[in-house]
């Protein structure tokens, strides 16, 4: 019996041999072409092309997405923003050296301040109508390290503020570092904040106020405030956030009072340990 069985799977073994060598019609010619336009590859793009190597132009644009995973929407700091700004509503800027969506008067900011590696614009207008509107726009740029952050944010400061006679130099309540100027006849405002690693570059503008000759100091330098601290997390109430602890490194996040108006987002701290590689500016 047991012969039997090794006769029979001897035999089998070689009818299978003997079917892969044979020119069956069901063999594949590895050699003939195919044509890919007869074949139904739906909405996908069948086009050759060459994937060549990342640089760190790109990698340094990435980062400046990233960002966005942290900073609060101009509607979140103040819900009378709930109307996105500019031309282009569905735009999401992320930069490096030509500051895309800013008004900064420089189109290479490495050249003006070093250690500089990418930057993040987040806006929002109170109204669809931008001639009765209040815009907001703040940028955060990201450096090498805390001391190349604060150099860049005095070098673009006197930057922006000799682009124009009509610049005034004002402050910021609780804010003394920050460097802001406002322009009277356009009711608009530029700040400059150094924050660890980063620079806040913010400007806002009340058209309205402006078009009926009564512009409104306080009002942007509140706004000014506004942005500044929501988006700083030394300037707000942090408390341990489980969510956001990663390996051996801790960031603080923040929770808030509902009566606060701030939301839990914000640039994050310095964090302790080597691992939080998801935190912006960790791979430079």
């Known amino acids: ?158 930057n922006q503020f000799n682009h124009l006679q009509t610049n005034q130099p004002v402050g910021i309540d609780g804010h003394p570092d920050t460097q802001a100027f406002w322009r009277p006849a356009d009711d608009e405002m530029d700040s400059f904040t150094a924050h660890s690693r980063y620079v806040i570059y913010a400007t806002v503008t009340d058209y309205a106020m402006s078009d009926i000759g009564s512009p409104d100091l306080q009002e942007l330098q509140t706004l000014t405030k506004k942005i500044i601290e929501a988006i700083t997390p030394a300037r707000r109430t942090p408390v341990p956030h489980p969510g956001l602890h990663r390996g051996t490194g801790t960031i603080r996040g923040t929770q808030h009072a509902a009566q606060q108006n701030v939301p839990d987002r914000g640039l994050p701290e310095e964090p302790t340990g080597g691992s939080l590689r998801r935190v912006p500016g960790r791979l430079f």
């Not at 336009?37 to 132009?57: E, H, M, P, R, W």
């Not at 700004?85 to 569905?90: I, L």
């Open 1 to 158: 019996m047991r012969r039997a069985k090794i006769l029979l799977a001897v035999g089998l073994a070689a009818a299978l041999a003997a079917g892969c060598g044979s020119g069956s019609s069901h063999s594949v010619d590895a050699t003939v072409p195919v044509d890919v336009s007869k074949l139904d590859v739906a909405g996908y793009n069948t086009t050759l092309t060459t994937i060549g190597k990342q640089d760190l132009n790109r990698s340094k644009v990435s980062e400046g997405q990233r960002l966005a995973r942290v900073l609060p929407l101009m509607m979140e700091i103040d819900p009378r923003f709930k109307y996105q700004d500019g031309t282009d509503p569905s735009a999401v800027y992320g930069f490096t050296d030509d500051p895309i969506g800013t008004d900064l008067h420089t189109e290479n900011i490495s050249a003006l301040s070093p250690g500089f590696i990418t930057g993040f614009t987040v806006n929002g207008a109170t109204d669809s109508h931008s001639t009765i509107a209040t815009s907001a726009y703040y940028t955060v740029l990201l450096f090498t390290d805390s001391a190349t952050a604060s150099a860049g944010a005095k070098s673009l400061a006197a």
